[in-house]
């Protein structure tokens, strides 16, 4: 019997040693396949994964439950135009870049701030579209607030979508002022339309729409926007191909104006509002 | 305990003044303080929409959010099961350091927050799965209705190695649980069953096998079903890695329509229904098994 | 038994090494420096918790906050069903039920988003009356059991002495029910610790919250969240060992 127990312990090292070498082995060929572009595996495959967050109107869902907005048309003729079709994999935002870096999906394309510290992390490609952040209020709680200085007092309650550069515009502009950010644009909403918080800090056009449609009670302490962001792709880094694949299919849809019209239809008209209720 | 029939007494006057009082209140706030446009009429178009292309009645994203936990359910109790029974067999092993390696595994993971084990082992997990994109790509090239089959019983092909992800993240939490209830199982067999099996000759695993499971395991099926019903409410939490099960598609959905309040409430009854439901069916499963065996 | 003390350490390495592995072959690379800074730091003025421990001890308020009025409610939904009342009776199964057979995570938001606007809840109290609701029905039926478990002779010889149903509690069932009840009530406790974890989704600055915001700006994901756990294993393993000992001096010999 001892016998048969010390040949079992070492039948069950030797498979360790396997396992942990054939790991080691194919974390080699790993490497390869991530130097390998994305682009191609792409082509090989036939379908685009593309991850992205409910951000009105750059991506949301209609009656059908099918995704619609200013990304999704985007993503969607990046895809035909590289002959795949196209999927999209709805992340919750804060947490997209990290899905990005585990292999989720192949590319963000969802209305994502070029910021110095996420370049750190992903590479970006030029910019496709610009954005800017900017605040709507509650009326009674920042009644007579018509300065950015004048939120940034501690007893001012300020909220922002976690992980946004409204939020990283939040915690640089408005060192002093109380930050809480949530997951969802309603749930921001919601905290403000409560009177929970002072004021919504995102990118324009949301604070104008909710300024529009709640003029009871919210309004906007400034108008437009007051910073202003380049929106870019946002992919794996070590990929040359890929990236120079993204950088000058916007260079053609750009020189084509169809970026230009698409964005007049999404963000200037309210033609589609009707295809979500 | 006196145990006495029910009758009218001074806590029925209490209980009811306090539940009118509350009801007066709530009914009050809602009138003066809630400035809430109610739009109940654009609810049921998500849970069931009419496909002019199809002539059916077809599920939208909450009913298919719905379905979704299910199959989180389902296939994360099963593995958990497996997990479970694996290191339930390991807990009460004569080796102390298969006992330390199951109990380390147990202790570890039912005294971190499940939120956090999620984040932890999805990214962990994911790329381990990386595998499975070939076996994506190799789903995909199936026909229409092997796709059909798959996107019922597990997840569209897309959508396979985040389901799969959860899954296993769902299983690794819930087999913790699992784990001590099979001990807890093993041990209630009393010792004079395996002394006796012991006197009989048979080996440790033939002992297990014919004499102390077969006895364990009708002990272990009531729990194990309340750990079903646990995993349907604990699969709630992987909303947070965005799969797309019921409370994250609610989420999606309020952030498009803004319809917060109407797709709050549905959403608490659709995972009432579910759950009330399984508890039901196996509290009645449970009273006929008893008395076939009495 | 130090043979299996190294074959233990020895599965623990493997372990961590194919975590390594994996992380790399991910193209994460490691940062742990940066991480004390987040925990405690030293500065001019003195020691400053940093953001983690400050979450930390959000945590532990509001998990004491709720623990006491779980407590509360656990105790008198266990004496309602207990009792002759119908309504009583009622009311507290009906609670039990709903509260069951929901997912806390779902009670959070339903209390925060529906509720809370409607009964003016900040969100601390929306989290702690969503926490407690819900680990008040787990712990009325430990309280429930744990009466349950006094042998009816004690009830009888109460009665006899002219002892109302009332001052029976107080005086005979529930000093000797306490040695049934504390065990499995710090286990609810540690529940309640880990359950906590879910008011960061209402952007309570809790642990959990706390690691969330610096994950989305630094982008430390594994070491903040590996450290976020080892600061929840630190209180809940403690309560283990407590729980372990506690039993172990409570238990009653038969």
């Known amino acids: ?277 | 305990m006196i145990h006495r029939k029910p009758t009218i007494t001074l806590i029925d006057v209490w209980v009811l003044l306090a539940l009118l009082a509350a009801a007066a209140f709530v009914a009050y706030r809602v009138r003066v303080g809630l400035n809430y446009h109610w739009n109940w009429g654009a609810l049921p178009q998500y849970l069931l929409r009419y496909d002019p292309q199809e002539r059916l009645w077809v599920p939208n994203v909450l009913l298919q959010g719905f379905f979704m936990t299910i199959r989180l359910s389902i296939w994360a109790t099963a593995c958990a099961t497996l997990i479970g029974v694996a290191m339930g067999l390991l807990r009460v092993s004569r080796s102390r350091f298969k006992r330390m390696a199951a109990a380390g595994y147990v202790e570890l993971t039912r005294n971190t927050p499940p939120l956090v084990l999620v984040f932890i082992f999805y990214f962990f997990i994911g790329d381990q799965l990386l595998s499975t994109v070939n076996l994506e790509a190799y789903l995909r090239g199936q026909s229409p209705a092997v796709q059909a089959l798959l996107a019922t019983l597990l997840a569209p092909p897309g959508r396979l190695t985040a389901f799969l992800s959860a899954v296993l993240t769902l299983s690794i939490f819930e087999g913790a649980y699992i784990t001590e209830i099979v001990r807890a199982g093993i041990q209630s067999i009393e010792k004079g069953q395996r002394e006796a099996a012991a006197a009989l000759g048979f080996t440790r695993w033939q002992r297990l096998w014919h004499v102390i499971l077969p006895q364990a395991v009708p002990r272990i099926l009531p729990p194990l079903a309340g750990q079903f019903i646990s995993t349907i409410k604990d699969s709630a939490i992987v909303s947070a890695i965005s799969i797309q099960e019921l409370t994250f598609r609610g989420m999606e959905l309020m952030s498009s329509t803004y319809l917060t309040f109407e797709t709050w409430i549905t959403i608490t009854g659709l995972y009432f229904v579910l759950t009330f439901g399984c508890a039901l069916t196996v509290e009645r499963l449970e009273l006929r098994w008893r008395r076939q065996r009495a | ?254």
């Open chain 3, 1 to 254: 038994m130090v043979a299996d003390g190294l074959k233990f350490a020895a599965l623990v390495a493997v372990l961590s090494g194919l975590m390594i592995h994996a992380t790399q072959g991910l193209g994460y690379h490691w940062q742990w420096y940066r991480i004390p800074a987040y925990v405690v730091s030293t500065t001019p003025a003195g020691i400053v918790f940093g953001p983690l421990l400050r979450g930390l001890g959000v945590t532990l308020q509001i998990t004491a906050v709720s623990l006491v009025l779980a407590f509360l409610i656990g105790l008198t939904t266990a004496l309602m069903r207990l009792s002759g009342s119908i309504l009583g009776r009622l009311a507290a199964r009906t609670y039990l039920e709903l509260v069951r057979n929901t997912p806390l995570l779902v009670h959070i938001f339903f209390i925060y988003f529906v509720l809370s606007p409607v009964l003016q809840l900040s969100a601390f109290a929306s989290a702690v009356l969503a926490l407690s609701l819900f680990e008040g029905a787990y712990a009325s039926e430990i309280f429930r059991a744990g009466i349950l478990s006094i042998h009816r002779g004690q009830w009888e010889a109460a009665f006899s002495l002219g002892l109302g149903t009332w001052r029976t509690y107080r005086l005979v069932i529930l000093p000797q029910a306490v040695r049934h009840i504390l065990p499995p009530l710090t286990s609810q406790a540690i529940s309640l610790i880990k359950d906590s974890a879910l008011v960061s989704t209402i952007a309570i600055y809790d642990l959990t919250m706390q690691g969330q915001a610096i994950i989305a700006e630094t982008y430390l994901v594994f070491e903040i969240w590996f450290t976020v756990a080892a600061l929840y294993l630190v209180i809940t393993l403690a309560l283990s060992l407590t729980v372990a000992i506690m039993e172990k001096k409570l238990t009653v010999k038969r």
């Open chain 1, 1 to 277: 019997m001892n016998r048969l127990r010390v040949l079992f312990m070492a039948a069950v090292a030797i498979a360790i040693m396997f396992g942990v070498s054939g790991v080691a082995v194919s974390a080699d060929l790993q490497q390869k396949l991530v130097e390998e572009s994305t682009i191609e595996q792409v082509a090989k495959r036939g379908l685009l994964r593309v991850g992205m967050s409910t951000f009105v109107p750059w991506a949301m869902t209609d009656k059908s439950g099918n995704l619609i907005g200013f990304e999704i048309d985007v993503a969607t003729r990046l895809a035909q135009d590289m002959g795949v079709k196209v999927e999209f994999v709805p992340t919750k935002w804060a947490g997209v870049i990290p899905a990005l870096l585990t292999g989720k999906f192949d590319v963000i394309i969802g209305g994502m701030g070029i910021l110095p510290q996420r370049n750190l992390k992903v590479n970006f490609s030029i910019p496709y579209d610009h954005s800017g952040v900017a605040i709507v209020a509650h009326k009674q709680l920042a009644g007579g607030f018509s300065r950015l200085e004048d939120f940034n007092r501690s007893d001012v309650t300020v909220v922002a979508r976690l992980g946004s550069t409204s939020a990283a515009a939040a915690n640089k502009v408005l060192p002093k002022a109380q930050k809480r950010f949530f997951d969802d644009e309603s749930q921001l909403i919601q905290e403000v339309l409560n009177g929970k918080a002072h004021a919504l800090l995102a990118g324009a056009p949301l604070p104008a729409y909710q300024a529009l449609k709640y003029p009871d009670r919210l309004f906007l302490p400034l108008p437009g926007t007051f910073t202003k962001e380049p929106i870019g792709f946002a992919l794996r880094k070590g990929d040359v191909d890929t990236l120079n694949f993204f950088d000058s299919w916007i260079r053609v849809v750009e020189a084509e104006g169809w970026l230009a019209e698409r964005k007049h239809y999404w963000f200037e008209t309210n033609a589609w509002e009707s295809l979500l209720k």
